[in-house]
């Protein structure tokens, strides 16, 4: 016997289920949630970056009470070999400003924030309990879902997918095939405590409020194809490496030997000093781009936020793309349901327009083939990094030799590393492409 | 608090607690950090829900939780009613911080006098101690304040005569477990690993995502005279915090290069009872008949 | 402490003690001498050691409290406090003292202390001693330190209590401002059992409980001793032998349970044993299972996380056997062995056996 009907159920409390849930709770539907954790977010003291806009556009005084660690006032990009990086720094004033358009968070204090929020909205949040599947009625609409917990399933016009990466409701369900090992990236982090009057010196900050963002290429990820990072909260910094599950498996390099490497470079060692190593997570992030992209909707269901692989990888959007894709849905479902229109397929075509109409899709669609490229062209992540540190030192050194020889020894080993000087050229044509 | 012949009611007292493991001190100043810090139900309370709920689906009746703290705590209510409690009450109020043990169980005797007058009580339940506290003297406290039958350690209750007000159980005491009879209404500390607990069903979870909690200021809850409360009304005063001294040396490690097991294990017990000759003497001791 | 370590030094911390008048008389040490069913908790004569400095420092009396039947047990009780160092001993003997009930003992120590004023009260933390302290310091309506691990006199002569909080994880000095007496429970086993002196002998004061049984709600049916119930007793164990993941099968539980049984101890596991439904719950030592304090710990393929650890911190000594050198338990090990469980456990059996007299037939 079903328990209660409701006008839409929301599977996940991830930035995108509560962005879904909160749009339509907010339009006056009567909407569960539900969540497998303790509570939304429980257990991660994971750091994160969140950017301001996407959330914004649902709360735009979320700054008065979100639990916002630092705002990045400066963001590193290294180029890193075994011993050296290069890197470029771009830190400006401007990010001091009114509303600050990133900051650090900690996500298992943001999401249960941003739950709050979401229950205030008129949301029915349960958590601790799983969605194992889908339930169809006899023409195969999806009309609830089934929990792990006794009672029978709970029945909804609609339901949301927002469960994040692993899709197993939408797999099992038949919605979207396995997750592929090339399209996900394994990401390992670790969260170290320190004083925040130490992180501030240490990252040159002027107080508690301004933070520092590292994004990282090179030896950090052993040939293969994945970035580290590490980002300052207020009394902690968050550092942690990804690469595809499809190399990992391909190496056999276990994931936290990768990140105690990263941790024991000479460039990131002394920011980590003294630190207290707290919590150790590991989770997928979608990386396949626009072309991983499954099934989005269907009879009385869709699907939203990393479950729809809404991940734009190059640029470290996450949290945004599933706030939108979770707030866009939620608008289209308000709007059907007010014009009184069923979430059949035909009607759920609304939500891949809009989508296209958004940042989302257009990213995703611009750096369709970063993926391939990375996948293809493991250079730059080994030998590229590796011949600007090289160069650089030639530059830098004061040794006697005379300018003239050493631009040609920087020249000639370039031209040696990738073999010839139309590999040299090859290689900055592919990533303007894909680039474009 | 004397008995009426009503339905059975038990209250059962959690606390919303830091999860140890994961509290860090700061280096420096010796004071606690508490960012990121996620809390749960102190882990000995949920023995005394359970408890407490096993005994109204044997005997109907009602479990209502109760604690006092901050207004997060309503979460830990939440999660209480999701695992099947009926009703929920949060005491909260600004004057309640800084409480040591006698203000806790003053504030909560109060909170559980107001809830009794409107619904009398058979049995209060605690944990037999919290995981940052970790006193064990709030229950006692409590049934001292209130003049209720005090049964600490509490293994396991066998039998409850609702007619006669009598609870037969088993109490822990050292090197043995007493069978007492007790009567109605009394206050239980139950004790870890006596029951396993349930999950709430989907309805359950529904159900205590929207129940109310009734929240109580200090004057709510009946407490007249604040004096007793928080930092006033405690004796004790922590002068104090800091972190203990990390034990300097590691392990002793005994070499196993080249050895068979049993050498290993010879040696072993050769550095035994080199450390600890009273160990050996002991051991020793309870063989020799 | 429901919350005390918020708040360290400052504030009400840095007050200075302005003792009422009617606790200025308030004088002497005391310390509950813990009987049950005729025989004395050893935690109380490691409790008269640390009464005894604590006196001396204050220039005052070391008194001890005996409750019990009016048994020859009681008496030898009594005559051994004088031993452990005690100049007093307040004897209250009724025949309604003979099983430990908290009314009745509540009464006769609250009744002591009203009469005559001690200025510290002392007890150990066993469920004894916390049941009764409890409710004495709530009839009493002063400050409780429970668990103290340090007790010392400050410089204002007040008592000092240190004890670890949050699991172990911070340690806070706790006074008790403007009531009396000082009361404090201490773990057994945290202090060290001082040298009886059989020479010794001192005052004894007698007081009347002033009871009927017809007072007393709460009767006695049966005492189950331990040594008749199958149930794991894993937190008053003296030697527990525990079995982590790295034991790879549950079949390799008995080398375990064999080690455990040849050194008369009792067995443990880590928490995803439990998980995995190896070992029942009440096996389970840790955070979120059973605290133990143990002489001896053996942990074998446990690695030794937080939650763990916790739970086995208290013990006198602890072996670890790991394969892994880098093992978190080895940080709170006393001893380490770096090889295969499977192996070390039979042959540490072995080795007990053989070393242990009359216990090589058991093996
Ligand atoms: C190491 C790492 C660092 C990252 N850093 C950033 C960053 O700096 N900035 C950024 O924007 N993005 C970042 N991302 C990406 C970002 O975390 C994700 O894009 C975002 O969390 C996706 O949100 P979501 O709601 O779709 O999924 P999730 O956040 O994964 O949420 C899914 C929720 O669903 C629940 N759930 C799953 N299955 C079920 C089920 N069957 N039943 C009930 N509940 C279920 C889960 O408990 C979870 O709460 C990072 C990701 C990783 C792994
Ligand atoms: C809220 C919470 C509460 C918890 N409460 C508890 C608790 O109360 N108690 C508890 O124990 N855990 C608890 N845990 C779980 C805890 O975090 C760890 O996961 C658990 O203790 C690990 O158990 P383990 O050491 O047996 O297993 P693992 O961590 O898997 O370690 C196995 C170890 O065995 C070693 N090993 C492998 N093979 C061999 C061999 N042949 N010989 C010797 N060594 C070998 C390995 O090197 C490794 O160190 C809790 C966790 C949480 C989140
Ligand atoms: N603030 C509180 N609110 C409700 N119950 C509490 C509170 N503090 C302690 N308790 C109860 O008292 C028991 C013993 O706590 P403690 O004396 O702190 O070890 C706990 O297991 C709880 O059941």
């Given amino acids: 016997m079903p328990v209660e009907h409701f006008d839409a159920i929301v599977v996940g409390a991830g930035p995108s289920g509560n962005a879904a849930a909160y749009t339509m709770g907010k339009a006056g539907m009567n909407v569960l949630q539900i969540d497998r954790g303790e509570y939304p977010g429980s257990k991660n003291v994971q750091g994160a970056i969140l950017y301001s806009d996407a959330l914004e556009r649902m709360i735009p005084d979320f700054r008065e009470t979100a639990p916002l660690e630092r705002h990045v006032v400066e963001q590193r990009f290294w180029m890193l070999d075994e011993k050296s990086h290069t890197g470029t720094h771009h830190r400006s004033d401007s990010f001091n400003e009114e509303r600050p358009n990133r900051y650090t968070i900690l996500r298992a204090q943001f999401d249960k924030w941003f739950a709050k929020q979401v229950r205030a909205a008129g949301v029915t949040l349960i958590t601790e309990t799983t969605v194992i599947e889908l339930v169809r009625n006899a023409e195969g609409r999806v009309i609830g879902v089934l929990t792990d917990r006794e009672g029978g399933p709970v029945h909804a016009d609609v339901v949301v997918l927002g469960e994040g990466v692993n899709g197993l409701v939408a797999q099992r369900s038949g919605l979207r095939p396995e997750l592929r090992p090339q399209h996900v990236a394994l990401a390992v982090k670790e969260t170290h405590f ?25 030896s950090v990820s052993s040939g293969m194809v994945g970035t580290g990072f590490l980002y300052t909260n207020r009394e902690s910094i968050s550092i942690g490496v990804g690469c595809l599950v499809s190399d990992f498996a391909e190496k056999q390099i276990p994931p936290y030997a990768l990140l105690d490497r990263f941790k024991n470079h000479p460039s990131v060692r ?47 959007e996450g949290s945004n793309l599933a706030m939108t894709t979770g707030r866009i849905a939620g608008e289209c479902l308000a709007r059907l349901k007010a014009e009184g229109r069923p979430a059949t397929e035909a009607n759920l075509k609304v939500y891949r327009d809009a989508l296209e109409q958004s940042f989302v899709l257009k990213d995703l669609r611009k750096y369709r083939k970063i993926p391939k490229l990375l996948k293809q062209n493991r250079q730059l992540f080994t030998t590229w990094p590796a011949v600007i540190n090289r160069s650089m030192q030639a530059f830098l050194r004061v040794d006697g030799r005379d300018k003239r020889a050493k631009e040609a020894e920087i020249l000639r080993g370039l031209k040696t590393a990738r073999g010839n000087w139309l590999n040299v050229a090859a290689d900055m044509v592919k990533v303007a492409r894909a680039w474009r | 608090m004397t008995r009426l012949a009503r339905e059975f009611h038990s209250v059962v007292c959690i606390k919303q607690v830091p999860d140890s493991a994961q509290i860090r001190v700061h280096p420096v100043t010796n004071t606690i950090m508490r960012q990121g810090v996620p809390t749960i139900i102190n882990p000995y309370d949920l023995f005394a829900l359970e408890e407490a709920m096993r005994l109204r689906d044997e005997y109907g009746g009602t479990v209502t939780v109760l604690t006092m703290g901050p207004p997060m705590a309503e979460d830990a209510l939440r999660r209480a009613l999701g695992l099947g409690a009926n009703r929920a009450v949060l005491i909260t109020d600004r004057r309640f911080a800084g409480s040591d043990t006698l203000a806790t169980s003053f504030a909560l005797s109060k909170a559980l006098t107001r809830i009794g007058e409107e619904h009398p009580i058979d049995i209060v339940f605690t944990g037999k101690q919290t995981i940052d506290g970790d006193t064990a003297q709030v229950g006692p406290g409590i049934a001292r304040r209130l003049g209720l039958n005090q049964l600490t350690y509490v293994a ?17 005491s050292e090197g043995g477990v007493q069978v007492l009879r007790s009567r109605l209404p009394c206050l239980i500390t139950m004790l870890e690993d006596t029951n396993t607990l349930r999950r709430g069903t989907i309805q359950d979870m529904l159900r205590a995502a929207r129940a109310p909690v009734t929240t109580w200021s200090a004057e709510e809850a009946g407490i007249a ?37 049993a050498q290993t294990a010879d040696a072993v017990l050769d550095l035994l009872f080199a450390q600890s000759p009273n160990l050996e003497a002991a051991l020793s001791a309870r063989f020799k008949s | 402490m429901a919350d005390a370590p918020q708040q360290p030094a400052g504030g009400r911390a840095a007050m200075q003690m302005q003792l009422a008048a009617k606790f200025k008389d308030y004088r002497h040490v005391w310390v509950f001498v813990e009987i049950e069913r005729g025989c004395v908790h050893p935690v109380s004569w490691e409790l008269m050691g640390e009464g005894r400095k604590l006196a001396d420092d204050l220039g005052v009396d ?34 309604l003292l003979a099983d430990y009930r908290n009314e009745p003992y509540t009464r006769a120590l609250t009744g002591l202390v009203d009469k005559y004023q001690p200025e510290i009260l002392l007890l150990g933390a066993t469920p004894l001693g916390r049941d009764l302290a409890g409710s004495v310091a709530t009839m009493l309506q002063t400050g409780l330190t429970a668990d103290s691990t340090e007790l010392r006199i400050a410089d204002d002569k007040s008592l000092a209590a240190t004890r670890p909080t949050f699991g172990g994880t911070l340690l ?4 008790t401002l403007n009531h009396r007496p000082q009361m404090a429970t201490v773990r057994p ?18 007081h009347s409980l002033g009871m009927a049984e017809g007072d007393i709600v709460t009767k006695v049916l049966e005492f189950v001793s331990d040594a008749r119930i199958e149930k794991a007793n894993l937190a008053y164990a003296d030697i527990v032998v525990a079995g982590g993941m790295g034991l790879r099968q549950p079949g390799n539980l008995a080398l375990v349970q064999r080690l455990a049984e040849v050194v008369g101890g009792e067995w443990g596991v880590s928490r995803p044993l439990v998980q995995k439904g190896w070992a029942p719950a009440e096996r389970q030592i840790g955070q979120t299972g059973t605290t133990i304090r143990p002489r001896l710990y053996i942990a074998a393929g446990i690695s030794g996380a937080i939650q763990h650890r916790v739970g086995v911190e208290g013990s006198d000594l602890i072996v670890a056997i790991n394969t892994d050198p880098d093992a978190r338990i080895f940080d709170v090990a006393h001893l380490g062995v770096v090889a295969d469980a499977l192996t070390i456990l039979p042959a540490l059996a072995d080795a007990f056996a053989r070393r242990l007299p009359g216990r090589a037939l058991a093996s």
């Fill in chain 2, 156 to 172: 396991a209750i066998d039998a409850l005569d609702r007619d006669g007000a009598t609870i037969t159980l088993r109490r822990r």
């Fill in chain 3, 189 to 206: 086993r945290v202090m060290a059992m001082p040298e009886p002196d059989r020479s010794r002998t001192g005052r004894m004061v007698w």
């Fill in chain 1, 194 to 218: 320190l004083p925040e009057e130490t992180i501030r010196e240490r990252f040159n900050l002027s107080d508690e409020n301004e933070g520092v963002v590292i994004e990282v290429l090179g």
């Fill in chain 3, 172 to 175: 806070c000095t706790i006074h």
């Fill in chain 1, 270 to 316: 002394p920011l980590l000093k003294g630190a207290e190593m707290k919590e150790y997570v590991a989770h997928l992030i979608p990386e396949g781009g626009y072309d991983a992209i499954p099934k989005l909707t269907g009879d009385g269901w869709l699907i939203v936020g990393d479950a729809g692989q809404f991940v734009n990888a190059v640029h470290r």
């Fill in chain 2, 225 to 261: 005279d604040p004096m007793q409360c928080g930092l006033r009304g405690s004796p004790t005063v922590v002068k104090r915090v800091f972190a203990p001294r990390p034990r300097a040396d590691k392990a002793e490690m005994v070499v196993v290069e080249g050895k068979t097991p």
């Fill in chain 3, 62 to 95: 070391l008194c001890a409290v005996v409750l019990g039947p009016r048994t020859d047990d009681t008496k030898a009780a009594i005559s051994q406090t004088y031993h452990y160092g005690a100049d007093i001993c307040y004897i209250c003997e009724d025949p």
